[in-house]
């Protein structure tokens, strides 16, 4: 049997800056009762979509890390950011499960931990991804799934070839996603890179965060950083509400992504961010 959810295999491409809008406030909508595709849904499934994307209501998961250069190890930058998550589930077993984010993250100085905005005379964007769907079925006893992203002209669906393996040790599940890009891109340019991502879900008051996540990148460094290849690794880990977030992120988000707080809202609304304009940030 089959069974389709989305998620967030997060893909960080390089991406733009946003406009500044009002900070929304922290949602409060309850949490939405087990449908019959969830009570259907094996285990490993339920526990990857509770973990990632919640019961209903909206969750975020926090990173930080760095930037290095390759293959010398020498740190670049600092890097912060977030997702705001919220999870659809359908409510007869075989429907589409669909699990919608929004993401961003900013490059820090490596010394001072400051945000950046200007790097060797070259303005530094923010990667700032206004929605992410990823729809996934479960096959062979892994989990895949299919990423839908980008506006306008450049929208396009990533589909999974290899699923994500996963181990149960003791009473915590392991998720393991590697993934292979290679995009093209406007002007016959292309996007390779590789990233891996272990997540670690452990019960609920088993340790004091059961959430947690570390993904790596190999790639080109951004187009404003100049040529070269570098490692990002990041650490993150899952909030309940604003309030729980670190002081730094919270005060950048609020200032500068403040949409990015919370997830979008219905499958409405992502279909009309894909009738919008890219910004030139998707690629680069």
């Known amino acids: 049997m089959k069974f389709k959810l989305t998620t967030i295999v997060v893909l960080l491409l390089w991406s733009c800056q946003t406009e500044v809008a009002e900070t929304p406030p922290t949602p409060t909508a309850p949490e939405v009762s087990r449908p019959a595709s969830y009570q259907a849904a094996p285990e490993v499934l339920q526990t990857w979509v509770d973990a990632r994307a919640g019961t209903g209501a909206p969750v975020h998961w926090i990173a930080e890390g760095a930037v290095y250069e390759y293959p010398s190890g020498k740190k670049l930058f600092g890097m912060i950011g977030f997702d705001s998550s919220t999870i659809i589930w359908p409510e007869e077993e075989g429907g589409d499960i669909i699990h919608l984010t929004r993401k961003t993250f900013a490059y ?13 005379g070259n303005p530094v964007k923010a ?6 769907m990823i729809t996934y079925r479960f096959e062979n006893d892994r989990i895949f799934g299919d990423v839908e992203q980008g506006v306008g002209e450049r929208k396009q669906v990533i589909e999974a070839k290899d ?41 609920e008051g088993t340790v004091e965060e059961p959430h947690q996540m570390s993904w790596q990148r190999y790639g080109n460094l951004p187009s404003w950083a100049g040529p070269g290849k570098c490692i990002t690794h990041l650490h993150s880990w899952r909030v309940e509400n604003h309030d729980e977030f670190p002081a730094q992120i919270l005060a950048w988000a609020k200032a500068e992504q403040p949409k990015w707080l919370v997830p979008p809202a219905d499958l409405a609304e992502v279909r009309a961010i894909q009738q919008g304009e890219g910004g030139p940030g998707w690629s680069d």
Request: aromatic fraction near 20%; charged fraction near 20%.
């Open 108 to 120: 820090t100085d490596p010394e001072t931990g400051e945000v950046l905005k200007e790097f060797n």
């Open 127 to 132: 990667i700032a991804y206004p929605y992410q």
């Open 163 to 203: 699923g994500i393996p996963y181990r149960k040790v003791g009473n915590s599940f392991i998720y393991n996603a590697s993934v292979f890009l290679d995009l093209e891109l406007p002007g016959g340019n292309r996007y390779e890179a590789w990233e891996n991502y272990d997540f670690f879900i452990h019960p």
